[in-house]
């Protein structure tokens, strides 16, 4: 952008992360997370599926997931057959029919749109606060927002290459 006097705008140094892996209940909105600095794996789903699984939910439980290639290891099959989780994957490049996208984008902008954070843990505690607050200051917001209604293309046409 040009502008007569330099403007300048504090940006974060350096890269870290802040992972989080989440499972967002369609009905009642609860939200079970798995958060790390490191990276997600297989062994941070497993370990998302263990935390689904000891809610001792009454019916059939099914997680619904990207094509990420550690959701699809032999260690994460294994273990969702043994706890009885189905895993429903959805096709490639459709992020408009996964719900917790939604609650992402929503984080975004409550988080990290236009904000700056001087320190790394001031970023990771906005967001843990953020998502700690879904079932009660954000609650009216999102009940709104998380919806079962997608958009669906009944006569949709496809064109041949």
């Not at 749109?113 to 843990?121: D, P, Q, R, V």
């Not at 919806?147 to 669906?152: A, D, E, K, V």
Request: overall charge neutral; some cysteine; aromatic content about 12%.
């Amino acid at each position: 952008m040009w502008c007569f006097t330099r403007l300048f705008i504090k940006a974060p140094s350096g890269r870290k992360r802040f992972n989080v892996l989440a499972a967002l209940n369609a009905v009642t909105h609860e939200l079970i997370t798995v958060t790390n600095d490191t990276y997600i794996n297989a062994n941070s789903v497993c370990e998302l599926l263990c935390s689904i699984a000891i809610l001792d939910i009454n019916g059939p439980i099914t997680l619904v997931l990207d094509n990420a290639r550690y959701q699809k290891c032999k260690i994460v099959f294994e273990l969702a057959e043994f706890l009885d989780i189905e895993l429903l994957y959805l096709p490639p490049y459709s992020p408009n029919l996964n719900l917790i996208e939604r609650l992402w984008k929503f984080v975004k902008k409550e988080c990290l749109y236009s904000k700056y954070y001087s320190e790394f843990g001031n970023l990771k505690n906005a967001i843990i606060n953020c998502l700690n607050q879904t079932d009660s200051t954000h609650k009216q917001e999102l009940d709104s927002l998380l919806t079962l209604r997608f958009q669906r293309f009944e006569k949709a046409q496809f064109l041949e290459v």
